[in-house]
Nanobody
Framework: QVQLVESGGGLVQPGGSLRLSCAASGSIFSIYAMGWYRQAPGKQRELVAGITSSGITNYADSVKGRFTISRDNAKNTVYLQMYSLKPEDTAVYYC????????????????WGQGTQVTVSS
């Protein structure tokens, strides 16, 4: 059974940085695409960044140039480095083990972490 545990969220001022981590267990981590999604209040959860098993990345337009997704298969961990954070980045961020070669915009029904809150505010 897949378990995904996120960490690294918190309160940060606009322009600041945060690094999220997601530790995976219960599956062969390296063969799956992994994604970071976020859900703001009143909005649908959507893909922020995805990384394939071979390391190909894709990003939502709103975070391109500011966020970087990476993975360490030896540690079964995927990361999201976030720079130049804006108030509109405030959301609960979720780690997802994707199904398919690439992560879809809304993700699969299963294989989610519990989420970590990111709040960008002065």
């Amino acid at each position: 059974q897949v378990q995904l545990v996120e960490s690294g969220g918190g309160l940060v001022q606009p322009g600041g940085s945060l690094r999220l981590s997601c530790a995976a267990s219960g599956s062969i981590f390296s063969i799956y695409a992994m994604g970071w999604y976020r859900q703001a209040p009143g909005k649908q959860r959507e893909l922020v960044a995805g990384i394939t098993s071979s390391g190909i990345t894709n990003y939502a337009d709103s975070v391109k140039g500011r966020f970087t997704i990476s993975r360490d298969n030896a540690k079964n961990t995927v990361y999201l480095q976030m720079y130049s954070l804006k108030p509109e980045d405030t959301a609960v961020y979720y780690c997802h083990q994707c199904r398919g070669a690439y992560c879809s915009v809304y993700g699969h029904r299963d294989y989610w972490g519990q989420g970590t809150q990111v709040t960008v505010s002065s």
